[in-house]
């Protein structure tokens, strides 16, 4: 089957130092109905890379060489306007915090409803009746669509966000730690919520996050970055199950589990210095 | 009684809350509400909760930092709200605090020795050269060095950071240490070293820990004892191993089936 998007040998770094790679050779390829998961600590470079897929690096930084490619279209080097109409429409986007990403003062319905007019065209009736389906997609009663932000709880908010997202049924869902600054239960709905829209409809789903516990929940396959590589990439359980790289195991042993059985073991930097070189 | 190095009793707290349009109306919180909870002496006692469960209220409220409504917090079998100011003042050298935020609660403007010397020059611990030598020992413990003594706090990392504020509490050789989410704002290696060094400082100093939290997975191995608070009461509390096998309470059960990965990690 052919691949939904594919990128190869990403390399991103500060436009005034290019020898600092923040992204180096990155390489893996996404398909519909599936969900890979990046993972890694803060400064791994999983952020960058999504914002390199979506064109959205900021100016500060650039893409050195790598192509990316998605339904068989190059997206690095398209215009702004062309990325426009693949951004948000093609492939959609949530990030971590539901607060900001939301303008204060408009509801949450007219917010849904700009993304519908831009790419669709919609208007009128057709345009308030799509606000209603989604928002009772993602788990919201249609008439909050005349709520504000303010008037949400964090999770309700993410769900909002979920719902622009996915407004024009795009192939594709990128989600930048969306989870990240919800209570756990309110994690566990949205991680459930977002499962099953990828199932539906048959989106590809690339999910950045930091937390394994996250992974093991969401993602058929996963790469693990750290320092701006891909260190190991495979199936959900060949990776947590059977890490191979050394990075991958000591992170993996950093990891807290709710029964309390396993020690923790903090990562010897000196140690994996020397094993991964 | 004396079972306990600290308890309380029936703390009651309520916020008046701001609602409507434009915050003309308002609300009563109830952000503690009748909480009783009781720390053993060298153990760690964690609550857990989500947002606005009151568990952040209940750490302060336990150190005195802001007035309860009602309800008796004991240290030592003393009551604290009896204390005068000065009295208070000498009993708050046993009980610290580490915060969550190691970048927003250590001063930019201080060096890190004169920030973790600071406690020591208010309760009027020694003269400088013990005072020194007091920080520097305290510096080492957490697995940082003289040189770091004359550094400021821009220059170190997340997890360095957390050392210092740790190093700053325990310098003045406290009984009680209140940790309010110490690891939430860090990556999970250096979570795993934060986590150790409390729990080999417990042993060696013979701390007493409550444990803010809304990690399910690091109260599990830090703590000997949970408290489950939602919407400002306690609904369950007990042994680690006691709650997270077979909690009694519907929330209880929610909030450890929520724990991400929780079916990887029992398989």
New interface residues.
């Given amino acids: 089957m052919a691949d939904l998007l594919r990128v190869e040998k990403l390399t991103v770094a500060p436009a005034a130092d290019a020898s600092r790679l923040l992204v180096n050779k990155v390489s893996f390829a996404l398909a519909a109905g599936r969900t890979t998961c990046i993972v890694g600590?803060?400064g791994s470079g999983k952020s960058l890379t999504a914002l390199s897929i979506m064109g959205l690096l900021p100016r500060a930084l650039q893409r050195l060489s790598g192509d990316i490619v998605f339904q068989g279209n190059a997206l690095a080097g398209l215009s702004n306007t062309q990325m426009c109409d693949v951004r948000g429409k093609r492939i959609g986007m949530i990030f971590q915090e539901p607060m900001t990403s939301l303008n204060p003062v408009l509801s949450v319905g007219y917010q849904i409803g700009e993304t519908l007019a831009a790419h669709l065209g919609l208007s009128g009736k057709a345009l308030q009746g799509r606000i209603a389906v989604l928002l009772e997609r993602v788990g919201i009663p249609a008439e909050r669509a005349n709520s504000y932000p303010d008037e949400l709880s964090?999770g309700q908010r993410q769900r909002v966000m979920i719902a622009m997202s996915i407004a024009c049924e795009p192939a594709m869902l990128i989600a930048d730690e969306p989870t990240t600054a919800l209570?756990?239960?309110?994690?566990?709905q949205i991680?459930a919520l977002l499962a099953e829209l990828k199932t539906r409809m048959n989106m590809g789903m690339l999910f950045i996050t930091?937390?394994?516990?996250?992974?093991?929940?969401i993602a058929d396959d996963v790469a693990v970055m750290f320092r701006g590589e891909i260190v190991e990439m495979g199936s959900v359980g060949d990776v947590?199950?059977r890490p191979q790289h050394p990075y991958t195991r000591?992170?993996l042993?950093?990891?807290?589990?709710?029964?309390?059985k396993?020690p923790?073991?903090?990562?010897d930097y000196a140690w994996l210095n020397g094993a991964a070189a | 009684m004396n079972d306990f190095i600290l308890s309380a009793s029936g703390l009651t707290k309520t916020y008046k809350q701001r609602s409507g349009r434009f915050g003309f109306g308002s609300n009563l919180i109830k952000a503690l509400d009748d909480v009783s909870i009781a720390l053993k002496p060298g153990a760690t006692l964690a609550v857990v909760g989500e947002s606005g469960s009151g568990k952040s209220t209940l750490a302060r409220c336990l150190l005195q930092l802001q007035p309860l409504d009602a309800g008796q917090v004991l240290f030592e079998g003393h009551d604290l709200a009896a204390l005068s100011g000065q009295e208070l003042r000498a009993a708050r050298r046993h009980l610290q605090m580490v915060f969550q935020d190691p970048f927003a609660s250590l001063n930019p403007r201080m060096k890190v020795g004169d920030i973790v010397g600071e406690g020591l020059v208010i309760h009027g611990l020694g003269d400088a050269e013990e005072r020194r030598a007091k920080v520097l020992r305290m510096l080492e413990r957490v697995g940082l060095s003289a040189l770091d003594m004359g550094k400021y706090p821009h220059e170190f990392s997340g997890g360095q950071r957390q050392r210092i504020g740790i190093a700053r509490a325990l310098v003045l050789e406290p009984r009680v240490v209140v940790c309010d989410e110490p690891v939430s704002a860090l990556d999970v290696s250096i979570q795993a070293q934060i986590l150790l060094l409390l729990k080999q400082l417990q042993r060696e100093m013979g701390l007493s820990y409550l444990f803010i939290s809304h990690d399910l997975r690091v109260v599990r191995h830090i703590a000997d004892e949970v408290a489950v608070m939602q919407r400002g009461r306690v609904v369950e509390q007990g042994s680690v191993e006691g709650l997270y096998a077979h909690p009694r309470e519907e929330y209880t059960q929610n909030l450890l089936n929520s724990i991400p990965g929780r079916h990887w990690q029992a398989a």
């Fill in positions: 600590e803060s964090g209570d756990v239960t309110v994690q566990a991680l930091h937390d394994f516990g996250v992974v093991a929940d947590l199950d000591a992170l042993d950093c990891v807290p589990d709710a029964e309390g396993k923790l073991k903090p990562i």
